[in-house]
């Protein structure tokens, strides 16, 4: 996959903290994501970013039920 920026074939995973805000709820995770070794810009990688969105939503919904346990 080539880089946005630069169009760079070349590229490298390391892992990467993700911070998102989901609902006002902050979500914060380290997950391997795919780089460009040219200028570092964030690649797409269809599995890589698909296992992250699925971190982050795991982590939400834990966050979510752990809420509900309290409010019972
Ligand atoms: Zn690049």
Redesign the pocket.
Known sequence: MK?D??N?EKNYIKDHKHNYNVKGKKISFVMPRRF?K??N?LVYDSKLDNSASLKALEIYNKMSNLEEDKII
């Open positions: 880089c920026i630069c760079c460009c040219n200028c810009n």
